[in-house]
């Protein structure tokens, strides 16, 4: 595929490269990043975005975009609500997977002694890894009211306050979910999740601030340099991967009733104003508040851990929760006008401005903090990256390399492990993905989101 080069930061798809391209596709990757983007079907998935009935603007694609289900991941694509399509693809399988980042007052020199007491404290009380239970016990009544008000369950149940709400996209509710949206299967399956980190990239690591590259924005949110604070990255776990699941199969019919044609089954979508259209967003909605709602309770239990490790006195604030696989309604500039669209952003957060965006990197690599900036607001309909993106399949990653090595080299770097299963560690490992400076560098340079801090792991906790 020819791409017409834009700028160091920017590439083109034009709408001529095959018919039915409603639009142009941009790309934000550096020649470097590129070469990685071109090994898989991404930039071809990107194209066929462009197709989706109803786009507005361009379809776009984030530096850590790699190839996914019917969008790739690293996605971006505003529609017209009027007349526009929704498509669970455009979503993702793991609705609303997302990042927290909390603050502590502690430093790295006064965690440092008892890092591995810490390490294990958080193991033991946050589930992880797949089939795990939740020590979080749900009724009926108690689950639809989480799939309806998100993490204020949480809250009225003890777990965290207002001011958590107060730090979370959406406060950590979509208005217009319906718990009766979401299938019964979906339902059993998320039932026993809440609390629980899961399997594959989900992750909870502590970390310390390392360099500082924004001292106002930082002083903002009590950060300095060696302060210690913890990321916490998980979604709605297999209830939200039943909606998807659910749904892809719904719209796929759909799609025969109101004679729309994509050129990857895997985008099936539906018209958002129809009753399928609206029933998934609803469903959608459902399973997103469900995952606020798993980090909320995750956030937690990392509080208590910390306070068994060094006193009822320590404090964990949320700095922010932010989505990163969703669709939302929101009012965008296209063309001079201001219209109402639904943004899907798959594997792509948002990045309002002077909102924060988190960027964590592989297990073992920096994570970034950043702001957005208005150029997201006139590019991409303010949104950004949301990590480094796979440049290897988890097949593939687990070749030539045991989980003992990868724990071992990590811990020489002062990083303390722990994780369920070998597979945790050998299909995330660090080479599993692509260059995290690379790809912070591309959306601070393209004017998307600005640099605030970076993050270096010293505990990670994976499934």
């Not at 980190?197 to 502590?206: A, C, P, R």
């Not at 660090?430 to 010293?458: M, Q, T």
Request: charge should be neutral.
């Amino acid at each position: 595929m020819h791409l017409e080069k834009i700028d160091d930061y920017r590439w083109l798809i034009p709408k001529s490269y095959k018919a039915g391209m409603r639009t142009d596709a941009m790309i934000y990757a550096n020649e470097r990043l590129l070469e990685a983007i071109r090994q898989d079907q991404s930039l071809e998935q990107a194209a066929n975005v462009a197709m989706l009935p109803g786009i507005v603007g361009r379809a776009l694609a984030m530096p850590d975009i790699h190839q996914g289900y019917g969008f790739p991941i690293g996605g971006v694509a505003a529609v017209d609500e009027h007349d526009g399509v929704v498509s669970p693809g455009g979503v993702g399988f793991d609705i609303n997977c997302g990042v927290r980042l909390l603050s502590s007052t502690l430093t790295l020199k006064e965690v440092r002694p008892k890092l591995r007491e810490l390490v294990h404290q958080l193991f033991r009380d946050i589930p992880s890894g797949t089939g795990q239970s939740s020590r979080v016990t749900l009724s009926d009544a108690d689950l639809n009211r989480v799939l309806e008000t998100g993490p204020r369950w949480a809250i009225e149940h003890g777990m965290g306050s207002e001011a958590d709400l107060d730090h979370t996209e959406e406060r950590g509710c979509i208005p217009g979910a319906d718990p009766y949206a979401v299938s019964e299967r979906a339902k059993q399956r998320g039932r026993a999740q809440l609390g629980t980190l899961g399997s594959g990239n989900h992750f909870l690591e502590v970390q310390y601030v390392e360099e500082i590259f924004d001292q106002k924005t930082a002083a903002q949110h009590n950060l300095d340099k060696d302060r210690i604070v913890v990321l916490i990255h998980t979604g709605s776990r297999g209830l939200g991967h039943q909606v998807c699941t659910d749904y892809v199969s719904q719209l796929d019919q759909a799609m025969r009733k109101y004679d729309l044609h994509v050129p990857d089954r895997q985008l099936a979508c539906a018209p958002i104003r129809s009753p399928e259209g609206q029933r998934y967003l609803q469903a959608m909605a459902a399973a997103a508040n469900f995952a606020w709602t798993n980090r909320q309770c995750i956030a937690d239990a990392a509080r208590g851990a910390f306070q068994r490790i060094f006193g009822e006195g320590v404090n964990l604030p949320a700095i922010y929760d932010v989505a990163h696989n969703i669709a939302k309604r929101e009012v965008h500039m296209v063309d001079g006008k201001q219209k109402r669209v639904v943004v899907h952003r798959k594997g792509a957060t948002r990045a309002f401005p002077n909102q924060a965006v988190f960027i964590p990197g592989s297990m073992g690599t920096a994570s970034y903090f950043l702001t957005g900036q208005e150029g997201a607001m006139r590019e991409t309909f303010g949104s950004a990256c949301h990590g480094a993106g796979r440049v290897m399949s988890r097949s593939a990653a687990k070749k030539g390399v045991t989980a003992k090595e990868i724990q071992k080299e990590l811990e020489s770097r002062g990083i303390i492990v722990e994780s369920l299963t070998r597979e945790g560690l050998t299909e995330e490992k660090p080479e599993a993905y692509k260059d995290i400076e690379s790809v912070v560098d591309v959306v601070h340079n393209a004017g998307l989101a600005a640099r605030v801090a970076r993050l270096r792991p010293i505990g990670v906790i994976k499934g």
